[in-house]
Nanobody
Framework: QVQLVESGGKEVQAGGSLRLSCVASGYSGSDYCMGWFRQAPGKEREAVAAYSSDGTTSYVDSVKGRFTISKDNALNTLYLEMKDLKPEDTAMYYC??????????????????????WGKGTLVTVSS
C-alpha cells in the first residue's frame, strides 16, 4: 500500500508561484507512475502532469510551460512547481500513484483511470 500526503497549497495572487509536495510512504520501490490531478469547484477531476518510472514527464496543454513535475527519489517526494498562476488554476490538487504501473503519460488510460492510490489533496486558490 502506498500512502500519499500532499502539502504546499495556499492562496496566491495571479501571476504568482507555488510548489506542491507529495510525500509517498508504505512502498519500498521508487520507480512507478505518479502524477498530479486537480478538481475545481463544480468541475470534474482532470489530469495535470505525469511522472513516468523512466523519469519522463508529460503535461496537459493548459499547464504546459508553466508547471513542472519532478521527483526526489531519496525523499520519496513528488513535486509540482507552478508558475504564472491563473485564477483558472484554482482547485484541489491531488497526488496519485500506483506501483503496478511503470511508464505512463498524462494521456494514458492507466494514468487517467487506473491509479489506485490517492492523497487527500491540497487547496490552491489563485485570486485575480
Amino acid at each position: 500500500q502506498v500512502q500519499l500526503v500532499e502539502s504546499g497549497g495556499k492562496e496566491v495572487q495571479a501571476g504568482g508561484s507555488l510548489r506542491l509536495s507529495c510525500v509517498a510512504s508504505g512502498y519500498s520501490g521508487s520507480d512507478y507512475c505518479m502524477g498530479w490531478f486537480r478538481q475545481a469547484p463544480g468541475k470534474e477531476r482532470e489530469a495535470v502532469a505525469a511522472y513516468s518510472s523512466d523519469g519522463t514527464t508529460s503535461y496537459v496543454d493548459s499547464v504546459k510551460g508553466r508547471f513542472t513535475i519532478s521527483k526526489d527519489n531519496a525523499l520519496n517526494t513528488l513535486y509540482l512547481e507552478m508558475k504564472d498562476l491563473k485564477p483558472e488554476d484554482t482547485a484541489m490538487y491531488y497526488c496519485a500513484a500506483d506501483p503496478a504501473y511503470g511508464r505512463c503519460t498524462v494521456w494514458a488510460p492507466i494514468f487517467l483511470y487506473k491509479l489506485d492510490y490517492w492523497g487527500k489533496g491540497t487547496l490552491v486558490t489563485v485570486s485575480s
